[in-house]
């Protein structure tokens, strides 16, 4: 069964940072695309960043670029989202994803799902 956790969200002010990280378990993840999408209230799920988990490619959604880092450890099977320069419209759920094959973007659907963890950015 695969499994998903994420850890790492909280409360900071505007301008400041957080790691998330996103602990994966259940099977081999060689062929996935790992990715990081975000619910803000009131507002539809978008996506933030991915990464193959082989070759470490990642892209990432244009108001997060030169802000946002994604990064895989393989000994680990974690996935990591780097935040720096947080802004209050960055305040939102966060949620990691998984999904087969090599796709980094298109239709928000993924095969496995985490539980979500909460970022609040305050101005």
């Known amino acids: 069964q695969v499994r998903l956790v994420e850890s790492g969200g909280g409360w900071v002010q505007a301008g400041g940072s957080l790691r998330l990280s996103c602990a994966a378990s259940?099977?081999?993840?060689?062929?996935?695309?790992m990715a990081w999408l975000r619910q803000a209230p009131g507002k539809e799920r978008e996506f933030v960043a991915g990464?193959?988990?082989?070759?470490?490619?990642?892209t990432y959604r244009d108001s997060v670029k030169g802000r946002f880092t994604i990064s895989r450890d393989n000994s680990k099977n974690t996935v990591y989202l780097q935040m720096n320069s947080l802004e209050p419209e960055d305040t939102a759920v966060y949620y990691c994803?998984?999904?087969?094959?090599?796709?980094?973007?298109?239709?928000?659907?993924?095969?496995?799902w985490g539980q979500g963890t909460q970022v609040t950015v305050s101005s």
């Open positions: 994803a998984v999904r087969a094959g090599p796709a980094l973007s298109g239709p928000l659907i993924y095969d496995y």
């Open positions: 990464i193959r988990w082989s070759g470490g490619v990642a």
């Open positions: 259940g099977r081999t993840f060689s062929s996935y695309v």
